[in-house]
């Protein structure tokens, strides 16, 4: 691995524990205002101290994140679809290379739709991305995003996670499963986790500690921070987990101080 690309690596999984808290706050791109990031500035500002990156569209990236902020960017580059029209998988590659070159992010973002109609079209998008990131140093998170009608196992995510390293992505989003580690065994490159739709804060925790238990190098999450009563103390708490290994039950004690403390002010 080239110089560029080690150091714009290094920059998501940190070094000193191997682990990232990836703020995940790219929702907008299809599904538009939604809740929590209806006015994205003020939540990824509250948040940002705790993130280790940013995952975004350029478009909040602009408007909402200062440039002088000392924070990495994963680009969402894939889209060109939208929650009300007819197929979520038919994305395309929506940032030019050289425009994220300008934006200094350090890595690209696209989905993947493996077993829908355009799980070809979406597959030769991440192929083309690596080869574009590849040119500059720029590596590649592909996001195994999943049909409604797809089973979330083992098996189907594995074989998601495996064709987007075969296709030289260098980190893999996926969600958590049962038999997790199997996925993260048979895929050659570092996976992170989404968390999925809001869920309890405590069941949340839990799903990010089994997920690094599991193997996971840590999280992409999103609505179970912005869309918590408390989105600080969650981001704080997940990051505890991916970090310093603690358990659900401890970092539950640290969003629940957070919220105690955010109802006092
Ligand atoms: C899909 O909409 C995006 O890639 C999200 O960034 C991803 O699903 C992670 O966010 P969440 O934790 O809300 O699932």
Redesign the pocket.
Known sequence: MDWGMKNRLSRIIKPDTGKTVML?V??GYFLGPTSGLEEPTGIISELIPWADSL?LTRGVLRASVKAEQDIPIVLRVSGGTSIVGNSLANEGITVAIDDALRLNVSALAL?IFVGSEHEKETLLNLSKLVDEGQKFGIPVLA?TAVGREMARDARYLGLCCRIAAELGAHLVKTYYCDNFEEVVKACPVPVVI???KKIEEKAALELAYNAVRDGAVGV?????IFQSDCPVGMIKAVKQIVHQGLSAKEALAIYNDVKKDKLKS
């Open positions: 995940a790219d929702h995952m989905s996001v989404a968390g999925g992409d999450m999103g609505r179970n």
